[in-house]
């Protein structure tokens, strides 16, 4: 690598609201996104929702002049809805599909069925090794009372976690997607905190879009008021985030978003708003810079997001075994209640009403069998959840009680790899 | 580090056949093998099917003062069974559920409900940075007619796959499990070829225990002659496997298992036999060693068990959508059976007979939905797996093409940080 050497990538972000029947005008935001994406020719084209393998495969057709290499991230039952378009060769992918993703009886809200999951793609670009991830968190539909606030603390959790570990030999780490987290949510701070990623709208000192970064706007005619709920003006809930390994800079040139309508000021490309964004990399010698935020100095904050996200999981945890403990009377009872139907009909009393609570009652033997091997299930995994997490705590109070000096063996033993230099 | 520096590392494993209620002399087997790890002091003992929780926790305690770091890896319903006990502090943990692992109505095989999985643990031993690795695979109940073979080589890819690319820094990598694969089956090779990992039974010039290294013997009195079935003589299935950067040697200096009873001619610890292994891992300048199954030369037995592995996943993959279609056709029947029997109801024809017919009928159409959908995703894990094998298959075959010059630019850089030297 040259001392003058620059890479420059335009990253595109879009969660494509792609739900086959349900989402409107699909086909047509389809074929215009597509339009778009080949007149622009980004790097690395990263969408969300792009639930219809049918739609991804129409992309694939008409965008392969442009974008030879693509993927999608296949996952669940209906998918993770993850999808890929590069301009340059795809060295290397896989994918972690989150072990908490919701509840399969909350049917309507649909997200378990999609298996949710981050995506990881290897780039070589220019002699750099570039990690690329894209993910889509579990939606949050009440805020005031977020049933699942757990579980997307756990997945921010899962997802800092397959960057840390999956990263630490790349040059460069990006990751895009829909968070469904706001800025100062607890999972979105746990997972900068923990993988050291910056945001490119917080880091660039050119941003054009909409007010705040938002990147769901009432503006945008797809999205209804009442699901911006306490937020009139909107929510910014899609990121691009990344960091450079030490000996390298990297800085979002630009940053911009589509504001409410497509770059032509036609109709929207989706319900959210698409992110666009030129990443510099650039040589530089390391440097030691101890930010508010970053470096040995950092301990604080670390401690603090970690503490914070052990007491949601552990609640969280407290929840599901109670729910496992309500079902499991439920079998109870509902084993009780066969026993004295089947007692009723073989008696000859009142033996056709018998017949027909039959069914309703082995019903509730079997779902509430299920739902408690479920919410054990829940428990289980937010207790490895809390466990991973409390030994990171652990291993960040140690780091503080030695001191400064003693830091870089162990704290930053844990971070190896994660630190991004500062631009 | 030294240039005469030398890492000596103890380790043991065994699958501890841990069953709650259904293993014999569990008790007794689990405190004498927590003597006998206290006498031996190794630096690591990981161990599967702990699957009683308070097993663990007896083990934490009693180890406490020979092994201060342990962890338990939690998942699924049952828990995926492995642990760990460690001399040296665990910097880091975390794991990767396998997505496919068995069917859940396959109840009497219980496999579905462990969430088997891979346990990764981040040692720093002499300044370098160990990766090891605990998992247990899918087992195999008829070897003759496997239904989880496309699973099990599934899983076999899962695992290469996470220890690719979360060891891409690690200076040793380190995997002990029980595979539930013969050392020449195909999720075997696959795994091997893939990570480039040196087992320690062939590797080592010491070994010392049962015929060919056998891992379930018919002396152990705890092992059933039919579950050997037609390999009367034993069968090795759990293993030690290892690599080294480039700039290390590491060799297995001595290997032994147990053959059928503990070390001290007792009752056995175990269904399985215990493998202890000396690893010796030294300095040396980088070298650069084609042997028959690692460096350029390699591409043709890596491109060929991936040939392999794509063939039986996908294999799997059209009998996953067969089972999708052949429940489809059931929801479709029960629903037309429900619909009569309502008919028959309430036109007052066999009244009781119709609605005794209800409760199975209703279970028919859940039963099969749940089946429907529980293939569908399957077929989509496969395809998922089918896709990543294609793309390492494309770039091997592109590595042929262009010829040994082209082919670090190209294959190895799939395998970067993953090529062991030769001892």
Not at 70 to 96: D, M, N, W
Not at 130 to 139: I, P, S
Not at 262 to 274: K, L, N, Q, R
Request: hydrophobic share 40%.
């Amino acid at each position: 690598m040259k001392p003058n050497f620059t890479l420059r990538l335009r990253v595109f972000n879009l969660n494509c609201w792609g739900i086959p029947y349900l989402s409107k005008h699909r086909a047509d935001r389809v074929k215009r996104l597509g339009d778009f994406l080949n007149m622009e020719s980004f790097d690395l084209a990263l969408l969300e929702e792009v639930w219809s393998e049918q739609d991804f495969q129409y992309l694939r057709q008409k965008l392969l002049p442009t974008y030879p290499a693509a993927h999608y991230f296949r996952s669940g039952i209906i998918g993770s809805g993850l999808c890929v378009f590069s301009k340059h060769p795809i060295q290397e992918f896989t994918q972690h599909v989150f072990t908490l993703n919701g509840y399969p009886y909350m049917i309507h809200h649909c997200d378990w069925f999609c298996g949710k999951a981050v995506g990881l793609l290897v780039l070589h670009l220019s002699g750099l090794v570039l990690n690329a991830y894209v993910t889509h968190l579990h939606a949050e539909y009440n805020r005031q009372k977020d049933i699942y606030l757990a579980h997307r603390v756990a997945q921010a959790w899962e997802l800092a976690q397959f960057i840390h570990h999956t990263s630490k030999k790349a040059d460069v780490v990006l990751l895009c997607g829909d968070l469904n987290l706001h800025p100062k949510d607890l999972g979105c701070r746990l997972l900068k905190e923990w993988t050291g990623l910056h945001d490119a709208y917080l880091e660039t000192r050119d941003f054009k879009g909409s007010e705040e970064g938002c990147t769901m706007v009432p503006k945008n005619c797809y999205v209804k008021q009442q699901e911006l709920g306490p937020f009139p003006l909107g929510i910014r809930i899609d990121y691009v985030l990344y960091k450079a390994v030490s000996g390298l800079y990297i800085s979002c040139k630009t940053l911009k978003t589509t504001t409410g309508h497509d770059p032509y000021s036609g109709p929207p490309f989706s319900d959210h708003e698409a992110l666009m964004a030129t990443l510099c990399v650039r040589h530089s010698p390391p440097q030691h810079n101890p930010s508010p935020t970053h470096g040995p100095a950092e301990s604080s904050p670390l401690t603090s997001v970690l503490r914070e996200a052990w007491a949601e999981v552990d609640q969280g945890m407290a929840q599901a075994r109670w729910w496992a403990t309500v079902a499991g009377y439920a079998i109870g009872l509902g084993l009780l209640l066969l026993a004295l139907l089947c007692a009723l009909a073989a008696g000859g009393w009142i033996r056709e009403a018998a017949l027909l609570l039959w069914t309703p009652n082995v019903g509730l033997v079997l779902g509430a069998g299920a739902f408690h091997l479920f919410h054990m299930q829940e428990a289980k995994s937010l207790c490895k959840t809390r466990t991973e997490l409390q030994h990171v705590l652990g291993r960040a109070r140690e780091a503080q009680d030695l001191g400064p000096e003693s830091q870089p063996a162990l704290l930053l033993g844990q971070q190896e790899g994660d630190r991004a230099e500062e631009q």
